[in-house]
């Protein structure tokens, strides 16, 4: 009997062979052993037989779906169906944010995981060091489209070095492409009326701002008129609206990133670089450059859409927020993007974020580790570029519904933002077919159609697509830019007891400086301050986590 048993399972090893599937070892106990064909371990290979995965949905804080469709049976779950035929079903629902962390947190608990789902990196950590999810090396390798794997290479190793562990691909990534640097958006109309060339450098921009302040190009009345809107986080805070990091940079300063220097692992709020970039600003709020109500100032979009301020920092699409709303208050502001630079040669410095936002796990005994890099290949890949016509996810998000995609898994390339810019010149050359533009750039390529029609008559939705996608990101494009990565996004031990307290020090030492509260001298006593409250602590442990390469 022994033999006749050893016979068949030879013959059924060949006839394996021959046919292209392998039988997978049930992971788990309790767990029927599964077939998946090698053919069906191929990016987008539809599977013979319905896979359906639980998963944890994050949800919008107030759900956009057409009416009579769910977060289980929508535009985007049917096209899963219709490609791969696999069907999501919620394991549990929760609100982005704070309400889904501790959805995910009581699931870890409790053990009681579903099949994929996201978390953060602390989670990840967490689920690695308890051995409750699945090495997704392999299916990474044998079911992640090439497209999708150009996208993460395009990261030179930082996207998955955060999902690695001990050589092993424990997660796949939500990836974060490269937004920065923020960039000076100024009133050219301003500049136009009082003669006056756009700033490159520190100095010019003083020069401008003081002229907005004292000569009122926007007729707001005497005091009235705001150079240089600023919010109450001065810096430090990655792609964000209002904040100098353009400034800081100029001083080689690169607040709230982890950074080395000179060799060491060091927290940049704290250097002398940071200490000069906070003199600087201190010094054109006592000149009357900056918001003098800053410090008490709950809504600076306000300052902009009503025409108070010549000037803000922000990315390179602020043109669609909040400048369409100022365009849409007064068709004649007219607002244009440029990059302050050390000494005006255009060359500037910029620390970049973390490659990744969230990362999808799969737990330990699922039967099909490798739906997770299919489907985000089929999200990622095929919706975007084959399927990217398809009716039903065409019509969801024309009509402006979110929270369709089971998982909300995003890879985009690194360099995604200059991509778009190419393409849409291209495109406006007519050296490329509208045709071969994504959803979302075909969308942009119309407001810029409409623009280039008759640009002084141009509606606002016309003028910020041009805006921020023709200048903007071409400014994201054209500027040589020396990239500072920091070398840690995570949480030490006692960051979790201490973090928060040092922040609150740490705005709140930064505003009073800036706003003349406290001396710049005040800044050695901050820092200080930062390193006895636990900062030395963290700076030890960041140190250690990091190591010494």
Do not use: C
Request: without cysteine; hydrophobic residues 35%.
């Amino acid at each position: 009997m022994k033999r006749i048993i050893a016979a068949i399972s030879a013959v059924l090893v060949v006839v394996g062979i021959f046919f292209g599937f392998r039988v997978v070892d049930k992971p788990a106990a309790g767990k029927d052993k599964t077939t998946v064909t090698s053919q069906e371990l191929k990016p987008f290979s539809r599977y013979k037989k319905t896979v359906t995965y639980t998963i944890g949905k994050s949800t919008p804080g107030i759900p956009k779906l057409p009416k009579g469709q769910t977060y289980e049976n929508n535009a985007y779950t049917k096209y899963l169906k219709k490609t791969l035929n696999i069907q999501s079903k919620d394991k549990f629902e929760a609100e982005t944010g704070d309400a889904y962390d501790r959805k995910v947190s009581m699931a870890v608990a409790s053990g009681d995981l579903p099949d994929i789902m996201s978390v953060n990196i602390d989670t990840l950590r967490t689920l690695v060091a308890s051995g409750e999810i699945q090495d997704l090396s392999k299916v990474y390798k044998s079911s992640t489209s090439k497209f999708v794997k150009e996208k993460y290479n395009s990261y030179n190793g930082r996207a998955l070095k955060e999902a690695t562990f001990n050589g092993k691909l424990m997660a796949i990534p939500s990836t974060q492409n490269a937004t920065a640097p923020t960039m000076l958006w100024i009133r050219q109309d301003w500049l136009d009326k009082l003669g006056l060339k756009a700033p490159k450098t520190v100095a010019e921009l003083q020069k401008v701002l003081t002229a907005f302040v004292e000569k009122d190009p926007g007729n707001n009345g005497k005091g009235k008129t705001i150079g240089l809107a600023l919010s109450k986080s001065v810096g430090g805070m990655y792609g964000s609206l209002f904040v100098a990091d353009n400034i800081f940079a100029t001083y080689n300063s690169y607040p709230r990133q982890w950074i080395r220097q000179n060799g060491k692992v060091v927290y940049g709020s704290t250097t002398n670089q940071t200490k000069q970039a906070l003199g600087l600003l201190a010094s054109w709020y006592k000149k009357g450059l900056i918001d003098p109500q800053m410090a008490v100032r709950d809504s600076i979009e306000s300052l902009i859409i009503s025409g108070k301020a010549g000037a803000f920092f922000g990315p390179w699409w602020s043109g669609d927020y909040p400048l369409n709303s100022a365009k849409q208050k007064d068709p004649k502001a007219d607002w244009k993007p440029y990059m302050i630079s050390k000494n005006g040669d255009g060359k500037i410095s910029a620390y970049t974020q973390d490659p990744d936002s969230e990362f999808y796990v799969v737990k330990k005994g699922y039967a099909h580790p490798e739906l997770l890099p299919k489907l985000v290949s089929a999200l990622n890949d095929r919706l975007v570029r084959k399927d990217k016509n398809y009716k039903p996810v065409v019509d969801f998000v024309q009509n402006g519904y979110d929270g369709g995609k089971p998982l909300d898994v995003m890879v985009n390339f690194n360099n995604a933002t200059v991509q778009m810019y190419k393409d849409l010149k291209a495109t406006v050359d007519g050296k490329k077919s509208p045709s071969s533009l994504s959803l979302d750039d075909s969308t942009s390529y119309k407001n810029i159609k409409d623009y280039l029609k008759d640009p002084k008559n141009a509606n606002a939705n016309a003028w910020s697509g041009y805006t921020s996608r023709m200048l903007g990101a071409k400014l994201m494009a054209t500027t040589k830019v020396k990239t500072v990565n920091p070398v840690y996004f995570g949480q030490t031990t006692s960051m979790k007891l201490k973090w928060t307290n040092l922040g609150t020090l740490e705005d709140e030492t930064f505003l009073k400086i800036v706003t003349g509260e406290e001396s710049i001298n005040k800044f050695s006593k901050f820092v200080h301050q930062w390193n006895q409250q636990g900062g030395a602590q963290i700076t030890k442990e960041v140190s250690t986590a990091v190591g010494k390469k």
